[in-house]
């Protein structure tokens, strides 16, 4: 039972790190294109304190669906090889934000497709800024939950 339960509270991590992951990646690419549309001091004031509390949420979730395969598939190999470095999260969620892009660039919708270098770059950096919240929340302790009991604090007898 002690397993089953270390097994269930990662999975909760791993949710809750994916839900952040991608609420920093919503809020990523809503405040670059605030700042691409060319807003003022005053204006940028007004829409962080209403309308972004609303557009982060609902791109978050578009943001889900689109990333999830990728994403669960990245989390599986860095639970695997026990990948705790925040580089290896943030090159991942770039690499993610790639795919979902040849994805709707494959879809044969040209409405769907991303063709602006600027906008590309965009959402590759929010990926990668997903991958290093993803990081922060959970990926610090990734296969935290295989360890057995507590390392050695020293080597072994030399045997000689």
């Not at 001091?41 to 791109?59: C, H, K, N, S, Y």
């Not at 090889?81 to 660039?105: H, Q």
Request: charged share 10%; glycine share 12%; hydrophobic share 60%.
């Amino acid at each position: 039972m002690n397993r089953f339960a270390a097994y269930f509270v990662r999975c909760l991590v791993i949710l809750f790190g994916y839900a952040i992951a991608v609420l920093a990646a919503s809020a990523f690419i809503n405040v670059l294109f605030l700042g691409a549309i060319g807003f003022s001091a005053e204006e940028t004031r007004w829409m962080a304190g209403g309308p972004l509390v609303v557009t982060i949420p609902l791109l978050a979730i578009f943001v889900a669906y689109f990333a999830f395969a990728p994403s669960a598939l990245l989390i599986l190999v860095a639970e695997v090889m026990a990948r705790r470095d925040w580089l290896f999260y943030a090159l991942g969620g770039g690499v993610i934000a790639g795919i979902v892009l040849g994805v709707a660039w494959q879809s044969g919708d040209p409405d769907f497709a991303v063709t602006d270098t600027r906008v590309i770059l965009g959402i590759v950096g929010a990926g990668m800024v997903g991958g290093i919240f993803y990081w922060l929340c959970a990926g610090r302790w990734a296969a935290s939950w295989w360890s057995e009991g507590n390392p050695p604090t020293s080597p072994g007898p030399s045997g000689s």
